[in-house]
C-alpha cells in the first residue's frame, strides 16, 4: 500500500466551484483492534463522541473588497452559505481559512466589514464555525481588531477524535508563525499519538509555492518539522484563491478556491500575480469540480481513519453574470 | 591633486557620468577602506524605486533601503535577503550574489491593499 493510502486520512471531493470544499472525515470508530480503541480513548480524553462527520472548508470571501475582477461584493459568500444549508447532511463544522474581509486603514469600515461577515456566516446552519485571519484582516494591526471579533488567532480543538489546529501566520505582518507560536503548536501536539488524526487549518501556505507571490510562510519549514512527529495530519489553507494540492512527506496540503476572485496557476505563469478576469465564454475556464481521492479503505491495523467520499453539487444559480462561473453545476455544461 | 587623488576623482566623475543616464540603478563609489558599492531603493506604498537594479556575482554590494511611509519588507531567499525597513527609516544590508538569475524581490511586511503586488528584479550577471 502506497505510503499516502496509509496516511491520508481525508478524502476531498466535490465541485470546489468557489464554494469551499466538502470533507468526509470517518474515523474508524467501528473498527476493532488498536484503531478503534485509539479512537475510543481520544473521544472519551476530548469529551466528544467519536463517530463520523463531515465538514466544509471556506476561505478568501474578503468582505468589502468590490471592484475588478469582482464586482460581485458578497454575492458568492452568501450563495455558498445558501448552498452549504441545503446540502443533504449537514456539516458539523466549517472552518474558514483567513481573509474573511478585505483590508482597510479606517478602523470603523473595518468593523463594519467584520460584522457584514458575522451577519452572513451565522446564517450557516451548521453548529460549529471555526476562523483563522488572513493578512488583509489581521496584517495592518497585528490582529488586534481580528480578536476583538473572533478570539485567538491560534488555538486548537477536538472534534469527534480529530485534533484540529489553528495556525495564525498573518498578524506578524509579515509570513511567518513565530517562535513563540511554534513552540505552543510543538507542546500542544505532545498529548497525541503519532498517529492521532489532526487538521491544521491556516491562511498562507506553509511551504514555498510561489515565494515571489508572497504565497510561502518563511518558518513554514519549522511547523513541517513539527508535524513531521505525525503520520495522519492535513493541513488546509487559503490565501491563493485557487484549489491546490501539494504533497510533502507524509503530510497533504489542500488549498481552497476563495468567493472573491481566482488567481492562476502558480507553475504556468511567470511575472507577477494578476488575478483571472471573468470570462463570459468560458465560465468555468479555472474552475470545475476537483477531485482528490486517495484509497480511503480503512483496513484493520493499518491506518486509524478510514474516508469516504463526499461529492458536493451545485444548483444553477440564475442571476448575476460572472457568479455563473462560481456556482453552476459543470455537469449541465455539457 | 595628487595623481592618485586625482585618478579618484576621474573614475568617481566618470561612473558617475556613465550612469546618469541610467534609470536602472545609481551608483556611488565609497572611496575608502571598503570600495563597495552602495544602492538606494526607496519602498513606498506599493513600489520599490528603483523597481530594478542590475548586480554582479561575487560582488559585494550595499543596500541602502528606505521607506518613505509605512513599515515594508525586503525579501529575497535566493540572495538571503530579509529586511524590515521600518516607517520612515533607513537600513542597510549587505549582499554578494552567489549565483546568476533573474529574481523577483517582494515586500513581505503587510503595508495595505495593493501589497501583493509591491516587488523589484534584481539581475545578476
Known sequence: MKPTDRRAFLKIAGTSLGIGVLYSAYPAARSAGEAGNFFSTLGSASGEKVAPFSFIQLSDAHVGFNGPPDPLGTKAFERAVDMINNLPQRPDLVLFTGDLTHDTEDRDVHVQRMKQFQEISKEINVPLIKCVPGE??????????????????????????????????????????????????????????????????THRPLFDLRPDWEWFTSDGDDVMNVLSAYDNVTVLYGHIHRDDEHQIGAVHHYAARSLIFAFPDPQSVTGPRKPIPFDKEHPFKNLGIRTASFNGKSEAGSSPVSIEDVELTAREFRGINGVHQFLRDPRAEK | MHASKRSVALLSYSSRMFLADSAVWRCNWV???????????????????????????????????????????????????????????????????????????????????????????????
Open chain 1, 136 to 201: 488583509h484582516d489581521a496584517g495592518l494591526d497585528n490582529g488586534a481588531l481580528y480578536r476583538e471579533f473572533f478570539g485567538e488567532s491560534h488555538y486548537s480543538f477536538d472534534h469527534r477524535g480529530v485534533h484540529f489546529v489553528a495556525l495564525d501566520n498573518v498578524t506578524r505582518a509579515k509570513p511567518e508563525v513565530g517562535a513563540e507560536q511554534l513552540a505552543w503548536l510543538k507542546k500542544d501536539l505532545a498529548r497525541f499519538a503519532k498517529s492521532a488524526p489532526i487538521v491544521v487549518f
Open chain 2, 31 to 125: 572611496v575608502g577602506a571598503e570600495e563597495v558599492p552602495v544602492i538606494d531603493i526607496t519602498a513606498k506604498r506599493f513600489a520599490f524605486s528603483p523597481d530594478k537594479i542590475t548586480l554582479k556575482k561575487g560582488q559585494t554590494v550595499r543596500l541602502r533601503l528606505h521607506s518613505q511611509d509605512v513599515t515594508h519588507g525586503f525579501f529575497l531567499r535566493p540572495l538571503k535577503l530579509d529586511e524590515e525597513i521600518p516607517a520612515g527609516q533607513t537600513v542597510e544590508v549587505t549582499v554578494t550574489p552567489q549565483t546568476a538569475g533573474t529574481f523577483t524581490t517582494i515586500c513581505d511586511h503587510f503595508c495595505g491593499a495593493n501589497h501583493g503586488n509591491m516587488n523589484m528584479t534584481i539581475v545578476v550577471e
